[in-house]
């Protein structure tokens, strides 16, 4: 295979990895410092907030605990009011250290155990966020802040040899638009954000370094970076190149340069709606991005309430796959890296359904059809797989033993988690019970 080169042209002839398109289902992990004093307001999700409030309101009230030390920044912020209320003038710095003492305390088994519990087919680890601090014994320290901001536990080594024991490829996270120690803090709007990707070429040899050793150490199958990158999408496309050629199976997502993946002038194979962004390009890979809360850092004050339900979370993946896309689900672990018991509840959930259903969601691709509407109401949605084997997927239960789906693909058809055959009178299809799962059930149809 030709080596690829770092231009568009060079980069547009690479066709997505098939294991990417397949796996459907990752988990996210944002795991940092500002999980010790994981505090954000409660408020609406960044983008609703932005738009009804304001990029101003949102930014200084925004519910993403892994930006605290940004809201921190920000004057009249709920973050300022509850930092001097309970912490007084402690500095950031602190927390940094009381993160790396704490996460000694870690069983990477546990996590283990909930990837393979999940049913995800991939992991996405956090390596670097916005403050700045290391999740990986680098040998590159921060030059402002020295090896004080430098895991001396390898939390990136050991998560992702609990996702590879889980039988789960990997991914990493990395922040390479914004570095607070760099570039200062307070951000408080979008264009705010992206101007602040440090340009210089200190930062530059210092990012791509990072990525470099990660690469090395890890052997990752997806990168994931966030915010932007210096030099924008020309400097991106080159070093692109460079990790294409060491990893051929390789996925980048559109963070280096968004503007420049929207306006065709960058690659990137997939791009990234977040929460309710509701981004998304024609016939371009996408992969929904979201915590099972509205942060993706953890976050005390969640609960049941405010949590997305397992309900929700199920139905978002389907939706997500029927239109031909992945769900990145995150979860947010506390600084000793115990995850919290209903993040871990919604994480089982879904891979108790996909245990029944899965057949309907891996390795699939929609239908020419993808949406239908059963006589009742409800939404039904199709994907195919490469056998030409349709599957409908209703959303909600069913009190009833019997459906009417008008529309409905021929052929015989069985319920996912049934062997028997059912009886079936032109678009009303006879079930064995009625479904009792309050997400989906799924019908298989073999044309």
Not at 217 to 240: E, H, K, T
Request: aromatic fraction near 12%; include cysteine.
């Amino acid at each position: 295979m030709k080596p690829f080169e770092g231009t568009l042209e060079s980069l547009q002839t690479r066709e997505l990895p098939q294991w990417f398109d397949d796996a459907k289902f990752g988990i996210f992990i944002h795991w940092y410092p500002a999980s010790v004093p994981a505090y954000a307001p409660l408020s609406e999700d960044l983008f609703e907030q932005t738009t009804k409030y304001g990029e101003e309101t949102a930014f200084r009230e925004s519910p993403y605990a892994e930006w605290y030390v940004n809201s921190l920044a920000i004057e009249e912020s709920s973050v300022q009011k509850h930092h001097a209320e309970v912490y007084g003038d402690k500095p950031y710095d602190e927390f940094v250290t009381e993160f790396f003492a704490e996460s000694q305390q870690w069983d990477p088994s546990t996590w283990q155990e909930l990837f393979q519990a999940s049913g995800a087919k991939y992991c996405v680890m956090g390596t670097r966020h916005i403050d700045g601090a290391i999740m990986w014994p680098t040998s590159v320290h921060n030059p402002i802040k020295g090896p004080a901001y430098t895991s001396p536990r390898d939390l990136v080594g050991k998560a992702c040899e609990a996702a590879r024991n889980a039988g789960m490829r990997i991914g990493l996270y990395y922040c390479g638009g914004l570095d607070v120690t760099f570039q200062g803090l307070g951000y408080n709007g979008w264009l705010s954000m992206f101007l602040a990707t440090p340009q210089t070429a200190e930062y530059t040899e210092y990012a791509t370094a990072h990525y470099r050793e990660l690469i090395q150490r890890y052997s990752p199958d997806l990168l994931w970076n966030d915010v932007g990158w210096p030099g924008g999408g020309a400097a991106a496309m080159q070093f692109m190149a460079e990790y294409f050629n060491h990893n051929p199976d390789g996925v980048v997502n559109d963070r280096f340069d968004m503007i420049g993946v929207a306006t065709g002038t960058t690659h990137a194979d997939f791009i990234t709606p977040e929460y309710s962004s509701g981004l998304t390009l024609p016939d371009k890979k996408f992969e929904v991005c979201r915590g099972i809360g509205r942060s993706f850092g953890y976050n005390a004050l969640d609960n049941d309430s405010t949590y997305a339900s397992s309900e929700e979370l199920i139905q978002l993946l389907i939706n997500a796959v029927a239109d031909g896309g992945n769900l990145l689900l995150n979860i947010g672990p506390m600084a000793n890296g115990e995850l919290p018991e209903l993040q871990q509840q919604r994480i089982r959930n879904i891979g108790a359904w996909l245990d029944i259903y899965g057949a309907a969601i891996f390795n699939t691709c929609p239908h020419t059809v993808s949406s239908l509407t059963s006589s009742d109401g409800r939404t039904v949605r199709l994907t195919q797989d490469r056998y030409g084997i349709v599957y409908a997927i209703i959303i909600g239960n069913s009190p009833h033993v019997s459906i009417t789906i008008e529309g409905l693909p021929q052929g015989d058809i069985t319920l996912l988690g049934h062997a028997s055959p059912l009886v079936r009178d032109g678009n009303t299809v006879s079930l064995p019970l009625a479904p009792r799962d309050d997400a989906a059930f799924a019908l298989r149809i073999a044309q």
